[in-house]
């Protein structure tokens, strides 16, 4: 089975972005709802979820759009200011965790989802995995 070797690092496509974890994922996921759709420009956006104390941007300044969240407060989706990707959610409701766009890691490879979340935004052309746990909403993301 595909892992993501500790520690790991990634970025955005032009490379004024570059972080680092220094954790393992808490979790892998799917979310299909429908800022996740408007910011990836397709039918969900996938995350590896870390500790937001082992999340370290090493370069560059990310920019934060913000969103209402179902979990109180905002989510905070941070993307580079010269190329446009997608790099980082931040949910205020949830804010041990940063949540890091699955492509934007230097090896995605590994990733391999755990969960479905927010699937009542999710669109018939969505075509989601069936082994895996289906969430209407957010999962739990153990305090
Ligand atoms: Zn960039
Ligand atoms: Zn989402």
Redesign the pocket.
Known sequence: MATITTPFSGGCACGAIRYESTAAPMMMLN??????QQSSGGP??SFVVVPTEAFKLLQGTLRFHASPSHMGGK?HRGFCTECGSPVI?KPDGVPHIVAIRAASLDDPSGFSPQAD??TCDAHPWDQMNPALPKFEKYPPFGD
């Not at 979310?31 to 996740?36: K, M, S, T």
């Open positions: 979310c299909h709802c429908r800022d996740c969900s956006a989510t959610g979340v927010w």
